[in-house]
């Protein structure tokens, strides 16, 4: 397992990517201590597009904006 600082690891992503896609695990450290762990995606871990679609529909039910419009809500963050 290779160790980097945040620095290296934000100049040399894709190298770290490719390190990773190899089947290789990168730890990302900021000031000394452990901050992230990059590791290869199991296959199981992986979803189609239609089971994501499903998962976030069901995350979205029963959930409302309180009468709002989506433009309403769009021109409300502009004022800011």
């Known amino acids: 397992m290779m160790t980097v600082g945040s620095y290296e690891a934000k100049t040399r992503l894709p190298a770290l990517l ?22 290869p ?11 994501a679609i499903d998962r976030l529909t069901e995350l979205g039910k029963g959930k409302s904006l309180g009468g709002l419009t989506i433009r309403e809500l769009i021109e409300e963050g502009r004022r800011y």
Do not use: N, Q
Not at 19 to 38: D, F
């Open 18 to 39: 490719d390190e990773v896609a190899r089947g290789g695990m990168v730890t990302i450290t900021r000031y000394g201590m452990l901050a992230a762990v990059l590791r």
């Open 41 to 51: 995606v199991d296959e199981f871990e992986r979803m189609s597009v239609d089971e």
